[in-house]
């Protein structure tokens, strides 16, 4: 049973230009949320997908966006990279109505 | 706003030893709480999940516990070993919201020493 993976595993981009990252949730689970860790902090919230459409959106600027295919996979895209946006971005994917959000390996994004 | 603190930020301990990472968060009306493991560079391993109604959980080394009207979960580490080494961070699940998402602390960094 495949796990969340994610792509790519590493990203170098300059301020400016736009960056999709991708997900897939593990077998059978219908729900995704992306988040943002800078060194040294603990993951913040950027959104959450559920049946294609964004359920709840964290205090992130529209920059931000996302969205959901209907096989539950997803993407991040961030428009006009920013220093500032140079993190790890962690996917979790879960089942709607259960509690455990399971993470996958992230993307490190470098933005120069 | 919820906010979740770890202390310490990092810890340093000798194999063998057990040790006891703390957690706490401000606002009580928590739906669950858990705790994750992330060795450098890579995504979060979940350890432990505790119900808000439950007190503690266990696994293996690991026991969690819970005490929700003071806002506060310890992670106990029993007999420590050089793997343990990583980020450990907690994260709380609210009452409210569609998403109940996570907010977690900023982690505690373990370095066990062979």
């Known amino acids: 049973d495949a796990g969340v993976t994610q792509s790519p595993t590493h990203l170098i981009k300059t301020r400016g230009q736009q960056v999709t990252l991708r997900c897939s949730p593990k077998s059978g689970h219908d729900t995704v949320s992306w988040y943002q860790q800078a060194l040294g902090q603990g993951p913040q919230f950027i959104f959450q997908y559920y049946e294609e459409e964004e359920r709840q959106r964290g205090n992130f600027p529209d920059r931000f966006s996302g969205h959901q295919f209907p096989n539950y996979s997803s993407e991040l895209n961030v428009n006009a990279l920013l220093l500032g946006d140079s993190a790890l971005y962690l996917c979790a994917s879960s089942l709607a109505n259960l509690d455990e959000q399971f993470f996958g390996p992230g993307t490190r994004l470098t933005v120069l | 706003k919820q906010e979740v603190t770890q202390i310490p930020a990092a810890l340093s301990v000798p194999e063998g030893e057990n040790l006891v990472l703390n957690c706490s968060f401000t606002?009580?009306?928590?739906?669950?709480l858990q705790w994750f493991r992330q060795d450098p560079g890579k995504g979060l391993t979940s350890l432990l999940l505790i119900q808000s109604s439950q007190r503690e959980q266990t696994s293996g080394r690991l026991n969690a516990s819970l005490d929700k009207s003071s806002g506060r979960s310890t992670l106990y580490i029993a007999a420590s070993q050089p793997g343990d080494s990583a980020t450990y961070l907690c994260?709380?699940?609210?009452?409210?919201?569609?998403?109940?998402?996570?907010?977690f602390g900023s982690g505690t960094q373990l370095t066990v020493l062979p």
């Open positions: 994260a709380v699940r609210p009452m409210r919201g569609s998403a109940r998402q996570l907010t």
């Open positions: 606002d009580s009306a928590i739906y669950n």
